[in-house]
Structure formats: C-alpha cells, structure tokens
C-alpha cells in the first residue's frame, strides 16, 4: 500500500464523539513510550502527523488520522505507566475500553510491545483481554534498531513462548524500528490485504 495522503481528523474525549462514518479503522496502542507516535508517522510517511513526546503517556484522547481518505488509523492513550493521578487513569481506561469493545468500525487493533523488555505482565494482561473479548488485533514488536538480529529473535520468541501458555493460535506479529523504517511494508500491506476483503 503506498500512503498518498494521511491528515489529522479529530481528537474525541469519548467513543460517541468518534467521526460518524463507515470507514474502516486500525487502532493503535502500547504502554507509555512504547514509540507509538514514531511508529505512526514512520508508517505515513508523515514526520509530524502524531505528536512525539519527550515525556511518556501525552495522549489522552482518541486520535483520528485519515488516510488516503479510504480509512483511519486511531492513535489510541498508552497503558500502564505516566506520571497521572489514580482517576485519570481509570478515566483513560474506561475511555479505552468503551471504544474497543464498542466501535463497529474498528477492524484491528496493533498491540505494540518495547522489543527490548522481557514480556511485561501488563502487556500479557491486554493481550489477554483483547482475546476474552474476541477483538482481533496484531502484536508490534517496536525499537528493533536497538538490538542484534539475533536477539531480536530470541525475544519475539519469548513473548510467543509466554502466549503459548493462554493461546492456541499466536496472532500475527511484527518487528519494526521506526529510525529504520523497518515492518512499514508488512504492516500496510497486512491493512490493504483486510481492507480489500472487506
């Protein structure tokens, strides 16, 4: 898929505020500093598209961005760790939750996980969930550029070897490095390959 055009839409405090159209949307999420904004604009092509934040956790709202006018890619609140207040925690939560698991447009959701961590038990715990709540999604290993081919391997082995223990079937995975540009192609390819069977 090559990306022509990709623009900011409209940044919603709830799921019922979400733009009021059919498009098909790609949700994409991970702890604080996973490199979520990176790995957004890296896909479209788009420096500035996503905010990158020296500090973790700056998103707080549901990100709509348009691409190629055919479909979104939301940039959903990271979990887990930001320096945040007991309530604005669970606000964000509720608010995460309420548009996975009621947004009919909503096609997959891109777990992201830091490639350079032993599997994290939150991580494991949304993965989990995702999978209770039969919600299809795809696990992006992100910052690969850190780490040797080698033990890139063993630790995207380790992870499914960890999901082995709840999961029949892994769900498809990929290695990416925004500084690179690595996994681009697999993931847009992965979206055009949905969206046409749609």
Partial sequence: ????????????????????????????????????????????????????????????LINHFIIN??????????????????????????????????????????????????PQKIDVEFIDWLGQSNIPFSIVFTKADKLTASKISSNVNSYLEKLKETWEELPPYFVTSSEKRIGRDEILDYIEQINKKL
């Fill in 69 to 118: 006018k055919e479909w979104y890619l939301v940039d959903l609140p990271g979990y887990g760790y930001a320096r945040r207040s007991k309530s604005v925690q669970q606000k964000l939560q509720q608010m995460i939750m309420s548009y996975i698991l009621q947004r009919e447009q909503l096609i997959n959701v891109f777990v992201l996980i830091d490639i350079r961590h032993e």
């Fill in 1 to 60: 898929m090559e990306i022509k055009n990709s623009e900011f839409v409209v940044s919603s405090p709830v799921v019922s505020k979400c733009p009021d159209d059919n498009k098909p949307e790609y949700a994409f999420i991970g702890r604080s500093n996973v490199g979520k904004s990176s790995l957004i604009n890296m896909l479209c092509n788009h420096k500035g598209l996503a905010k990158t934040s020296a500090t973790p956790g700056k998103t707080l």
